[in-house]
């Protein structure tokens, strides 16, 4: 039936319309032809040059037409696109964010290698890319000190550049000369991209602590974001428009889809390991950001998407870090939005108490005292597990001792040992330490007028 159609149709069109395009069939036939209305149920009409009209299905042609086709279908649900080009705006950022006038239906992977960054992680759930080109790289001819991609399973979902950002700074900058480079890079971004995109709207990311009043311009069903924070950071964000009209929150996954997704991704090994699985990466660069970017990696498990510099922005993080009790206070807000709540608790951590948690796929936010000789214990054991010596982080907990915020992942009842994850890259996504050292690191001795007092870390589960 198609081959007849198509036949009927190579008759009709005699000669060349105006605006026709060569259209070719899955034989390898050619023909000029001129798109009238593309259909949501895949058929095309077609004028032909006697002034008729023909509707032929979308498999009548060779796949590159069929491609085209839908994209026809794709930008009439969308509406008219924006009178700048997507070239124009690889242009400006000198950097190819696009490859047409619509990112989100772009692969996360093919838009991360486009762009240059790396990957950073990949769960069954979702996809991230970052790199740290620190100062080093221009985007809208600024130097930016940090990219991130985010995406779903499949497709690109967001996109952040950090311009500034006190924690990428060096140490001993003066905070005002800081709080005037920050302003003074927000402006010439909004400089840049007004004349292209016309005067932005105000409008904000987040809610409560989490709350960012921004500068905001539409295009093509992309929201560009400019965030300006005083003395913090320049931040310019991409996301679908629909997104950013809920204020950056997404459709909430159901409770117990959630439960259901999260019990999926314990894994239990042979020799005895229980360990989650899918808890995303997110590499706190060369700054003091264990916190907002552990506490990143928790929420986005628990399907909640956070940004670290929010975080630390709630939080007052500086390079030095965050008080537990700060950042505690700062995600308590968006936990509670997101229909959940935050359980904190001081007591000794054992096995018991920690695989009652990682049974039902629920990571704890441990708080310990880190030492360059627990740091060096954990490289130990985990490099006798998989028989590859494992190096230093570079991270200052390998040179001495303070504060620090990892997750519990796993443990082994026969080995007495439990998993922890930092928040370092890849290499530190699973690390193995003995129970009694993990419960050394959750007391901190300090001395006070002469005396030594013991202080007892805190561990922390996200939960309904």
Known sequence: MKSVILHILFLLLATTPIHARTWTDTKGKTIEAMVVKVNPNKTVKLKTTQGKVVTVPFSTFAEKDIQYLEGLLLQEKRGALHEVPWSKLNEIFKVPVWKDAFLW??????????????MESRTDFMENYRSYPLGRGKILNEPVYAVALYGGATCADSI??????QGDIPRGTDPDEIADQIEESGTRIHDQLTPLLGEPERDSLGKGDLREKVWRWDWNSHALMLSIQDGKYTALRIMPTD??????????????????????????????????GNIPMIDQGPKGYCAPATWERYLRYMDIPVDMYLLALAADTSQEGTTSQAMFDATGNIISSNGRKLSTSDTTLTLKSISMQINKGLPIMWSLYSTPSFQKAANDATAKRKGVKIGPSGQVEDQRGGGHLCLIIGYNKTTEEVAISDSWGT???????????????????????GEKISLKRSWSIIKW
Do not use: H, Y
Request: include cysteine; charge should be positive.
């Open 105 to 118: 239906d772009d692969s996360t992977a093919e838009t991360g290698k486009r762009m240059g960054l790396n």
């Open 427 to 449: 290499k530190f996504a699973e690390r193995w330490v003995s129970l009694s050292a993990v419960q050394e690191a959750s007391t901190e001795t300090r001395e006070f007028d």
């Open 160 to 165: 952040s550049f950090i311009f500034l950002n």
């Open 243 to 276: 997104r950013a009209d809920r204020s950056g929150r997404i459709a909430k996954l159901k409770d117990d889809a959630l439960k259901k997704r999260m019990g999926s991704c314990v894994e239990r090994r042979p020799n005895g390991d229980v360990i989650i």
